[in-house]
């Protein structure tokens, strides 16, 4: 099995349906949750090559079953391999506590969620959560820039399991009596912990269930239907686009072991002669990705012998539809027939799928946030409490010192941020976009919530976005309204 992956952000791997390609209009109103949202103006009329990431993208993983899988594993290799104590086994999964973007602060052991200039909006101590003031007396201005050997951030789904159990771990450890708490970690039984030793036996865990022991992966495959949701929405929408005569490929992190098994299960036709049907709804199929360094220096391409799962040099004979492992987005794209602006890509890892694609090449994005049918749910449910807000704070600019109004904002923060579980919205606290919600905005093309609300648009689709409005632009057009409806107000006899 290869393990030429990167294992550096958490991400180390990577009914039968009729579908409706007629364009929407006020006789078909898509729910929400099957829409496609829009940053940029994108075309697919232009695109000519689709390609999917496996983990998160074509393959959704069932949360919180998968999600407390990692963790339990996790908490076993520390004690089994790195000596915790057994007492830790008996922490638990709390589905609610965690959310994708966090950042966590090796240094103070601290959980952050920032906006995207570093002012922290939230911060959790273990399980605790910090006030104005201890936030301040940390983080003077309460703010942290993003410094890579201080900061680590949670990117993907994947890293829900360890931001609970680094939460959990902290909490347990600090709350014994016989431990002494300093600045960077405690004193227990003589020894000194640090919160940044601690993150890295994790991290080791981590990396160890998804490539070296494989054991996460081993368990997922030895229970798929407990761990991995089938959809018949994917093929439909595969076949559609490759009856379009575009193009179709596969470009995952996860070696072709663990693809293999999971595209068998989501796209196989059943018959153990056939074992290989799922290989048909690609025209290239690439394992190994090493994203992001793809898109930049990549990694030797290379085939993959499908029959032992070796990698072999690209003269050797394999059977079967060739299998590629490695390369980088140029090497693909010409191996497409297409130029760059030609192809989108469809991920979940808003760094190494989406920000560092758009940066570094000129294919399109699409984001798959697996949690935004949770934030649409919330969302509308306390929609008014948004627009309160947006009043509460307008009224606050003019009106600095009424403390009673203060009060009132942030209980309607807080009561907006407890709708979305315990560390809130994935995109945002109270009316201030998270780090991860700036960069969606900002990097995304379009983004949605499962890969198969593609089967629901056209081809032939235009997606199109509202004008981008700077505060100047949208005051002037506020003042030609309002005097538009003094005039007319005046001169009811006008004919139009």
Same mark, same amino acid.
């Given at each position: 099995?290869?393990?030429?992956?990167?294992?550096?952000?958490?991400?180390?791997?990577?009914?039968?349906? @009729?579908?409706?390609?007629?364009?929407?209009?006020?006789?078909?109103?898509?729910?929400?949750?099957?829409?496609?949202?829009?940053?940029?103006?994108?075309?697919?009329?232009?695109?000519?090559?689709?390609?999917?990431?496996?983990?998160?993208?074509?393959? +959704?993983?069932?949360?919180? +079953?998968?999600?407390?899988?990692?963790?339990?594993?996790?908490?076993?290799?520390?004690?089994?391999?790195? #000596?915790? @104590?057994?007492?830790?086994?008996?922490?638990?999964?709390?589905?609610?506590?965690?959310?994708?973007?966090?950042?966590?602060?090796?240094?103070?052991?601290?959980?952050?969620?920032?906006?995207?200039?570093?002012?922290?909006?939230?911060?959790?101590?273990?399980?605790?959560?910090?006030?104005?003031?201890?936030?301040?007396?940390?983080?003077?201005?309460?703010?942290?820039?993003?410094?890579?050997?201080?900061?680590?951030?949670?990117?993907?789904?994947?890293?829900?399991?360890?931001?609970?159990?680094?939460?959990?771990?902290?909490?347990?450890?600090?709350?014994?009596?016989?431990?002494?708490?300093?600045?960077?970690?405690?004193?227990?039984?003589?020894?000194?912990?640090?919160?940044?030793?601690?993150?890295?036996?994790?991290?080791?865990?981590?990396?160890?269930?998804?490539?070296?022991?494989?054991?996460?992966?081993?368990?997922?495959?030895?229970?798929?239907?407990?761990?991995?949701?089938?959809?018949?929405?994917?093929?439909?929408?595969?076949?559609?686009?490759?009856?379009? #005569?575009?193009?179709?490929?596969?470009?995952?992190?996860?070696?072709?072991?663990?693809?293999?098994?999971?595209?068998?299960?989501?796209?196989?036709? #059943?018959?153990?002669?056939?074992?290989?049907?799922?290989?048909?709804?690609?025209?290239?199929?690439?394992?190994?990705?090493?994203?992001?360094?793809?898109?930049?220096?990549?990694?030797?391409?290379?085939?993959?012998?499908?029959?032992?799962?070796?990698?072999?040099?690209?003269?050797?004979?394999?059977?079967?539809?060739?299998?590629?492992?490695?390369?980088?987005?140029?090497?693909?794209?010409?191996?497409?027939?297409?130029?760059?602006?030609?192809?989108?890509?469809?991920?979940?890892?808003?760094?190494?799928?989406?920000?560092?694609?758009?940066?570094?090449?000129?294919?399109?994005?699409?984001?798959?946030?697996?949690?935004?049918?949770?934030?649409?749910?919330?969302?509308?449910?306390?929609?008014?409490?948004?627009?309160?807000?947006?009043?509460?704070?307008?009224?606050?600019?003019?009106?600095?010192?009424?403390? +009673?109004?203060?009060?009132?904002?942030?209980?309607?923060?807080?009561?907006?941020?407890?709708?979305?579980?315990?560390?809130?919205?994935?995109?945002?606290?109270?009316?201030?976009?998270?780090?991860?919600?700036?960069?969606?905005?900002?990097?995304?093309?379009?983004?949605?919530?499962?890969?198969?609300?593609?089967?629901?648009?056209?081809?032939?689709?235009?997606?199109?976005?509202?004008?981008?409005?700077?505060?100047?632009?949208?005051?002037?057009?506020?003042?030609?309204?309002?005097?538009?409806?003094?005039?007319?107000?005046?001169?009811?006899?006008?004919?139009?």
């Amino acid at each position: 099995m290869s393990k030429n992956i990167d294992t550096s952000e958490g991400y180390v791997s990577e009914e039968s349906m @009729s579908v409706n390609l007629a364009s929407p209009g006020p006789e078909n109103i898509r729910p929400n949750h099957e829409k496609i949202f829009v940053n940029r103006n994108l075309n697919l009329s232009k695109i000519t090559c689709y390609g999917f990431d496996m983990d998160y993208t074509l393959c +959704e993983y069932i949360s919180p +079953e998968f999600d407390e899988l990692a963790f339990t594993l996790a908490k076993q290799f520390i004690v089994e391999k790195l #000596g915790y @104590s057994e007492e830790i086994l008996s922490l638990e999964y709390d589905p609610q506590f965690p959310v994708r973007g966090l950042w966590f602060d090796r240094q103070t052991g601290n959980l952050l969620k920032v906006d995207q200039f570093g002012k922290i909006l939230d911060c959790r101590h273990g399980l605790r959560t910090l006030n104005s003031q201890e936030i301040k007396s940390i983080y003077p201005g309460r703010i942290q820039r993003k410094d890579d050997k201080r900061i680590f951030v949670m990117n993907t789904v994947f890293n829900l399991a360890e931001t609970c159990l680094v939460a959990a771990l902290v909490h347990h450890f600090e709350s014994k009596d016989d431990t002494v708490c300093t600045a960077t970690g405690w004193t227990r039984d003589g020894q000194d912990v640090t919160f940044a030793s601690l993150f890295k036996d994790i991290r080791a865990a981590i990396d160890d269930i998804h490539v070296d022991s494989l054991l996460l992966k081993k368990t997922c495959i030895a229970n798929l239907s407990r761990y991995i949701k089938k959809d018949d929405h994917l093929p439909a929408m595969l076949r559609s686009i490759k009856a379009s #005569g575009r193009k179709t490929f596969l470009l995952t992190n996860s070696d072709w072991w663990y693809t293999n098994h999971i595209m068998k299960y989501l796209l196989g036709d #059943g018959q153990k002669d056939n074992k290989d049907f799922w290989l048909s709804y690609f025209d290239l199929v690439v394992v190994d990705a090493c994203k992001p360094r793809f898109f930049s220096t990549g990694t030797p391409m290379q085939r993959v012998d499908q029959s032992t799962s070796s990698l072999v040099p690209l003269s050797a004979d394999t059977s079967g539809q060739e299998v590629y492992s490695g390369g980088n987005h140029t090497t693909i794209t010409s191996m497409l027939g297409a130029e760059g602006p030609d192809v989108i890509y469809a991920g979940d890892h808003l760094l190494a799928d989406v920000i560092k694609c758009r940066k570094l090449c000129e294919w399109r994005t699409l984001l798959i946030v697996p949690e935004l049918l949770h934030e649409l749910e919330v969302t509308q449910k306390n929609f008014g409490l948004l627009s309160q807000l947006s009043k509460f704070e307008a009224v606050l600019a003019d009106n600095p010192d009424l403390g +009673e109004l203060k009060m009132r904002l942030w209980d309607t923060v807080n009561e907006l941020n407890k709708g979305f579980g315990g560390l809130g919205s994935v995109f945002r606290s109270g009316s201030k976009l998270t780090y991860f919600g700036s960069q969606v905005m900002i990097w995304a093309d379009l983004y949605t919530g499962t890969v198969n609300n593609l089967a629901g648009y056209d081809l032939e689709q235009r997606f199109v976005t509202d004008t981008v409005k700077l505060p100047h632009e949208r005051e002037i057009e506020e003042d030609f309204i309002r005097s538009g409806m003094s005039s007319s107000l005046g001169n009811d006899s006008i004919d139009i």
